[in-house]
């Protein structure tokens, strides 16, 4: 357990800087998806655990397994697969013989970490997905009636591949809504992936150096929090969530094609990344600006279209850019 009370307070500049090392660092390995790379480091930053699709081999792994490396935290990965039993991730009570006598002893599993892969998370069962919910939110396992708490800092950085690919189980909903973000991995450009090419195929592989440790990333999220949002923009984020339900929204799309809108953690991970958004701008002030550069990544896992919507191939990215031209800014 790391002492907040003897973390140091940050600056804003010391704030930019440590990111702006933390980037730097996994470009060295990841060739292009600043956006990617940037929007984790913005739920790492909230303390948020974040999502990453996309379809195999664009580098979500190698992305998340860089950042273990660049930031100095107790890494495990996890490869979920069908036959991956809960015990398999939080841990088990074995029998053991000492003095004649016999116990049981916890044995902690591989969620006991700072910075978990859950890597292809959508591959195993309901059952043992539902195994990361307690850990997620609560950041404690309980096993055998005994509650163990995880250490501090913790995140789940977990990828999965789209739903249409064979041999995959949708998240249910309230386990996507534990994740701050979801974002969309896209396929490189023809010179990106010139550039992994001849990164990956050549005689050495680039290694990145720690950029940050977890007390620097418990005082980052200390200042994010810091940050003052204004009451407009605070009545906005507000406004838009409540927009995502069908019903009375201002938005065409949503009353047309959303079965389900956000729910308040949907509010939450536009406040706390809009402020981040913000720092990493040299500013201690939240602007309109901010909530859009978020809002993707904020909303689009937790919006649920209806049959229609599915049917003609609305992306709930299309419904947010709807959302956002919609709901006035006050």
Known sequence: MIDEAVLSELSVAEFRETAASIENEVGKVIVGQADVVRTV??????????????????????????????????????????????????GTEIMEEADGRREFRFQQGPVFANLILADEINRATPKTQSAMLEAMQEKTVTVANHTYTLPEPFFVLATQNPIEQEGTYPLPEAQLDRFLFKINVGFPSADELTEILARTTGKSNPSPDVAADGERLISMQALARQVP???????????????????????????????????????????LGAKITALLDGRLNVSFDDVATVAPAALRHRLLLNFEGQAEGIRTDDVIADLLQAVPKE
């Open 229 to 271: 949002i204004p009451s407009h923009v605070s009545q906005y984020i507000s406004q838009l969530v409540v927009a995502t339900h069908p019903g009375s929204s201002p938005a065409p799309l949503v009353d047309q094609y959303v079965r389900y809108g956000s729910s308040p953690r949907g509010a939450q991970a536009l406040v």
């Open 41 to 90: 480091l913005v739920g790492i930053f909230s303390g948020g655990h974040v999502l990453l699709e996309g379809v195999p081999g664009l580098g979500k792994t190698m992305l998340i397994r860089t950042l273990g490396q660049v930031l100095k935290l107790e890494f495990s990965r996890i490869q979920f697969t069908p036959d991956l039993m809960p015990a398999d991730i939080t």
